[in-house]
Nanobody, 123 residues
Framework: VQLQASGGGLVQAGGSLRLSCTAS????????VGWFRRAPGKEREIVAA????????YTPDSVKGRFTISRDRAKGAVYLQMNHLKPEDTAVYYC?????????????????WGKGTLVTVSS
């Protein structure tokens, strides 16, 4: 499974962006998918995850109420809607497919990663 994140860009604080994650060569419709980010000088962190059918989602407290993950299995896509963006949300965002159909926050259980997309939030 090869994934590609897209939709990043430059946005002012308080603005919104929607990131998309799609796959080439193979679908990941039966896999859980997570969105992660890595900010300069910081470790990678998970910002959202969704189960194979969209029935379960996870967002950490740092983005809860601002970020929403969803998926369209028919289109083979997973989305991350980011609202009320803050400068501290600036990072490279990645999507990854898990080995399992169900959510985990352990990055080691996400073996399929794509190239990231840069999100820059200006103050």
């Amino acid at each position: 499974v090869q994934l590609q994140a897209s939709g990043g860009g430059l946005v002012q604080a308080g603005g919104s962006l929607r990131l998309s994650c799609t796959a080439s060569k193979r679908t990941f419709s039966n896999n859980a998918v997570g969105w992660f980010r890595r900010a300069p000088g910081k470790e990678r962190e998970i910002v959202a995850a969704i189960s194979w059918n969209g029935g379960s989602t996870y967002t950490p407290d740092s983005v809860k109420g601002r970020f929403t993950i969803s998926r369209d299995r028919a289109k083979g896509a997973v989305y991350l809607q980011m609202n009320h963006l803050k400068p501290e949300d600036t990072a490279v965002y990645y999507c990854a497919a898990g080995r399992s159909s169900y959510i985990t926050t352990d990055t080691q259980h996400y073996p399929y990663w794509g190239k990231g997309t840069l999100v820059t939030v200006s103050s």
